[in-house]
């Protein structure tokens, strides 16, 4: 095993979303040249290894034609904190997790995923469909709205460019506040020269002013079937942020798209914006 090797953490509730967040994996680490750990969390100690050959039968049918790096793993805890920790203990690249959207209770005690990701190291890219083998992650949408954590999501735009060759589909919030618009305009300008030095390829498109944002950029991902968007998570989400639903959960439970997740950085304020 390569010491240096990229891994992609993927857990596995042995459910369809399960195995469409495998498949995405499966693209991903053949693009990135990583290995694949599929990852289980248990409630007891003495559940691990019955669930680790779950894992392997569970997983047999869609990696049967690949010839990818593949562990299997499992360990005892809540699925909030093992799976974060876990991605950091393997120094994950990614975590890949299939999520079933906003459901039943989950409408009011708010999304598992988000309560998953939340205040995560590593990215998460979130799944509810098989992947589109054909151009994958060719088209990303990234929203500019007017946040300095808005600025945090280039450095991964450029990576996904570098191993996708993706044009970056600048959707910009379309706000009448003076002082937000300026801020607006400012990420805006910075993304542009950001992606310029890099030679990203990128388009700008306006979201119309009498909507709201994120249904806009839900709608937009849609008519120009994007393969995905790469957005920020909030800041220290409180309980009252699940309850009335961070916008970020609005477009984890409703995209169609893989939603690719970044948690600010805890120094970002500091450097008021993103450095590379």
Partial sequence: MEKNKKSLLVPCDFTEVATNAIQHGIILANRLDAKLVLFHVVKKEKEVVDAIEQLKQFSAPVLSNTQIEVEYLAKEGNIYDSIKQTAEDISATFVVM??????????????????????????????????????????????????????????????????????????????????????VKANLLFAKKYFEE?????????????????????????????????????????????????????????????????????????????HG
């Fill in 98 to 183: 299939g999520t079933h959207g906003i459901t039943g209770m989950q409408k009011l005690i708010g999304s598992k995923a988000l309560k998953v990701i939340a205040n995560s190291q590593v990215p998460f890219i979130v799944v509810q469909e098989k992947p589109a083998k054909d151009n994958y992650f060719s088209k990303i949408v990234v929203p500019i709205d007017f946040t300095v954590e808005n600025k945090e999501k280039l450095r991964w735009a450029h990576f996904l460019s570098v191993y996708f060759k993706s044009t970056m589909i600048l959707y910009v919030t379309n706000i009448t506040d003076e002082v937000l618009l300026k801020k």
């Fill in 198 to 274: 890099r030679e990203i390829d990128y388009e700008i498109h306006i979201a119309p002013s009498n909507q709201n944002f994120y249904d806009a950029t839900i709608e937009f991902c849609h008519a120009i079937m994007a393969q995905g968007i790469l957005i920020m998570t909030t800041r220290d989400p409180q309980f009252t942020d699940f309850i009335f639903g961070a916008e970020e959960q609005h477009i984890i439970a409703n995209a169609k798209s893989p939603v690719i997740c970044i948690n600010p950085r805890t120094d970002i304020k500091r450097f008021q914006g993103f």
